[in-house]
């Protein structure tokens, strides 16, 4: 678990929920606030693991998986996977316990804290969504990913500075639309992406037959050869690096890719737009737009 959380990532969720308290006259030491905010760093930890278990997912941040790496040092597929669910939910336990060691006032404490469980019931039923099927990829994708990627963590923010209802609010509706562009960049990432920046195979999500918002926009738009080239390689996961690229094209050729990125710039500019008229602190406001502009359009 160590390894995977040191191994890379964005840090993006603890610095939305460290720079979200600073919009506001929060009172707290720097050492608290970072302590509150690494809880949810850990959340991520705990929610990859049981993921990539999930997904049977072999690659993660440039490595193996956890479940991977315990069966090759165990020798046994089963007890790799029974070990990397039980490091998933040590993951879990240490957030808690990083959020409820803090100096926070009690009352802050506690927000906090029902903030991260909201995020972690939102994240179930996602998933849940996502292994049952059927529900569209948008609703699927906002419980699973924004909900604590964005806007989970600006809501814990605020309530580590003890913000009230309606500036929590405020953070939500920024963080709701970005937390959408972020995962519609993930889409555009696990299809156009570079193998070296993602630090997982390019292709995996079409061979994996992932049918997120980009893929179901390009079915959609797709005339029937397209669409049986698509839905050919589509969950092939013997599928060849020459089929992977056809299927890449056909995304391409229907406009599905263009009109992914014209939505993900919308999406930013909703985002900002709200925080624009927040009365926020600018020196937790300075980071939000950065923050905004950088994950609309990262490589990785």
Request: overall charge negative; hydrophobic content about 45%.
């Amino acid at each position: 678990m160590t390894e995977l959380t040191l191994r890379g990532g964005k840090r993006v969720r603890p610095a939305l929920a460290y720079h979200a308290a600073y919009c506001f006259d929060h009172g707290l030491g720097d050492e608290c606030l970072l302590d509150a905010a690494l809880s949810v760093e850990l959340l991520q930890t705990y929610l990859l693991i049981h993921d990539d278990v999930m997904d049977e997912d072999g690659e993660r941040r440039g490595g193996p998986s956890v479940h991977v790496a315990m069966t090759r040092q165990t020798g046994s597929e089963p007890r790799g996977r029974s070990l990397a669910i039980l490091a998933g939910d040590l993951g879990c336990a240490m957030a808690q316990e990083l959020l409820v060691a803090t100096t926070l006032p009690k009352e802050r404490a506690i927000a906090a804290m029902r903030e991260l469980v909201r995020m972690q019931w939102e994240v179930i039923q996602g998933q849940l969504l996502d292994v049952v099927g059927g529900a569209p990829p948008a609703v699927v994708q906002d419980a699973k990913t924004a909900s604590y990627t964005t806007r989970g963590p600006v809501r814990l923010g605020a309530a580590l500075a003890g913000a009230d209802a309606s500036a929590t609010a405020c953070l939500e509706r920024y963080g709701t639309p970005l937390g959408q562009a972020f995962q519609l960049r993930d889409d555009l990432l696990g299809v156009f992406g570079k193998a070296a920046s993602l630090g997982k195979p390019v292709g995996a999500d079409i061979r994996a037959g992932k049918r997120t918002a980009l893929v179901e926009e390009a079915l959609a738009e797709a005339d029937e050869s397209q669409r049986a080239v698509l839905s050919s390689t589509l969950g092939d996961a013997a599928a060849s690096d020459e089929d992977v690229a056809a299927a890449c094209r056909v995304i391409e050729e229907t406009g599905a890719r263009r009109r992914t990125e014209a939505l993900i710039d919308q999406l930013t500019t909703e985002a900002l737009a709200v925080i624009a008229d927040c009365g926020l602190r600018e020196e937790g406001l300075s980071f939000l737009r950065g923050v905004a502009l950088l994950l609309a359009d990262r490589d990785r």
